[in-house]
């Protein structure tokens, strides 16, 4: 079936430093990737998208980019903060609306 | 404006009850998505309500179902519980429909246990 894997489930970086969290999809017919953030208690919330359309996209310090050809797309975090410190979660969406999403990366920011 | 509320926040139920939970959107949001959030499995998508009509279904039971409003709030039940069922279930609501064209905001989530 349809899935997204998502590397790697830990990541610890030192405060400042960067932080890369890739995410491999298996249908190519996925057309649209979010990443959402979760902090503890709280539901998910929507950091950053791209759609297939689109190589790279940037938000401040959050960019994402994507290859369709290897079916991949990462989530990069430039100067890390300790607020930085979540659950990152990437999912991709197929053409019927399914989104699937990976099994989430716990990001610690260390001071 | 107030977000997504959903209630009751914990809940504890015997293996072979029934459940409902509840889904109040943000004010004007029509779309409601529900998802089971699992240490396991991780986040899965359950269904989607939009206008009273449910349009998109994730891969799970049918012991798993769920409903709209008028109103736009929803709830969803889970008949016969198993320990399995043991989750945070999360909903999430949107301006329109399909998950592509607009950004979907999260509740806390219920948190439940079965025994």
Known sequence: GENVEQHPSTLSVQEGDSAVIKCTYSDSASNYFPWYKQELGKGPQLIIDIRSNVGEKKDQRIAVTLNKTAKHFSLHITETQPEDSAVYFCAAVNRDDKIIFGKGTRLHILP | ?115
């Open chain 2, 1 to 115: 404006k107030a977000g997504v509320t959903q209630t009751p926040r914990y809940l504890i139920k015997t293996r072979g009850q029934q459940v409902t939970l509840s889904c109040s959107p943000i004010s004007g949001h029509r779309s409601v998505s529900w998802y089971q959030q699992t240490p396991g499995q991780g986040l899965q998508f359950l269904f989607e309500y939009f206008s009273e009509t449910q349009r998109n279904k994730g891969n799970f039971p049918g012991r798993f179902s769920g409903r709209q409003f008028s109103n736009s709030r929803s709830e969803m039940n889970v008949s016969t519980l198993e320990l399995g069922d043991s989750a945070l279930y999360l909903c999430a609501s949107s301006l329109k429909r399909s998950v592509s064209n607009t950004e979907a905001f999260f509740g806390q989530g219920t948190r439940l246990t079965v025994v």
